[in-house]
């Protein structure tokens, strides 16, 4: 499903994020993105999600090079993928119920619809009590989950996640990653960025590493679970 070929994306004023980054990941798959701070995993992902486009190489996503995708095709590709940000990014002077319908909206759903499939994500992330609430009134972890019931709201057949459980207590994050595993099981692909090595390891799946902006390691399930190697 996403394929990155010699991947280079260097900044305004010669900050390089990635350098020449080679790697693939299955329709089906979920595997985990992680390195240290400044490794260059949020920039992998915006790549991805076409927040930002390669400096040299291809990144291809369902066959096609998206760093070479017209302006009027990129609202349909960014339907296909829900994208949970490291920062959330809220609307601030709208409802929690409004942020999370807000794919929905656009893609011209019901009320109907909407109302029910909101409200089940509102469940699904422990926040149906606050759908009426301003992010602005809720704490870190609750905005971060507001963000994750908006990406998944839509149903996309890719999920990038930004470090998806930093704000959470160990409890929801692992509850969170079940969740996850469930959506995989249900043939969504995942790629999430993460710190959280302990989780990491007790999950099993594959790890891709990165370092300096470099591709350092692309671990199988195995090693990932082990802990054997010292990258993770």
Known sequence: MIRFEHVAKRYPGGIQALSDVNFSLEKGELAF??????AGKSTLLR?????????????????????????RH???????????????????????????????????LSYSEIKRRVRAALDKVGLLEKERMYPPMLSGGEQQRVGIARA?????????????????????????????????ELGVTMLIASHDLDLIRQLGRRVLVLKAGEMVD?????????????HV
């Open 152 to 184: 998944i709201i839509g149903k996309p057949p890719l999920i990038l996640a930004d470090e998806p459980t930093g704000n959470l207590d160990p409890d929801m994050s692992a509850e969170l990653m079940n969740y996850f595993l469930q959506l995989n």
């Open 74 to 108: 990129i609202p349909y590709l960014r339907r296909r993928v829900g994208v949970i940000f490291q920062d959330y990014r809220l609307l601030n002077d709208k409802r929690v119920f409004d942020n999370v319908a807000l794919p929905l909206v656009i893609a011209g």
């Open 218 to 230: 692309d671990l199988p399930a195995r090693s990932a679970l082990t802990g054997d190697d010292t």
């Open 33 to 38: 993105l992680t390195g240290h701070s400044g």
């Open 47 to 71: 790549l991805i999600a076409l927040l930002e486009r390669p400096s040299r190489g291809q990144v291809v996503f369902d066959g096609r090079n998206v760093g070479k995708l017209a302006r």
